[in-house]
Nanobody, 124 residues
């Protein structure tokens, strides 16, 4: 089992940057595929980015490709989401998720563990 705690959210102007962190406790962080999802008010939770266990394979939603970068540090049990060129439509609660497995997937229901979320607000 793994516990996830996100941090780094906040208020930023359009065009700005933020880096989210997700610290994992528990054993064998490197055995989990990690993902970031987000949920805007009155919308479904949607996939943002995912990274495989070693960090060598990443996937992104089309809406964030070229602006966001997911990375992980297995020695620190942490996954990051670097967000640049932020837009008002990026405003949402951002969630970190962990999946026990090998394949990198983008489907919310496939992830086993979730953090509590961190709010990102982008002002125009």
């Amino acid at each position: 089992q793994v516990q996830l705690v996100e941090s780094g959210g906040g208020l930023v102007q359009a065009g700005g940057s933020l880096r989210l962190s997700c610290a994992a406790s528990g054993r064998a962080f490197s055995s989990y595929v990690m993902g970031w999802f987000r949920q805007a008010p009155e919308k479904e939770r949607e996939f943002v980015a995912a990274i495989n266990r070693s960090g060598g394979i990443t996937y992104y939603a089309d809406s964030v490709k070229g602006r966001f970068t997911i990375s992980r540090d297995n020695a620190k049990n942490t996954v990051y989401l670097q967000m640049s060129s932020l837009k008002p439509e990026d405003t949402a609660v951002y969630y970190c998720a962990a999946l026990r497995g090998i394949a990198v997937v983008t489907t919310r229901r496939d992830y086993d563990y979730w953090g509590q979320g961190t709010q990102v607000t982008v002002s125009s």
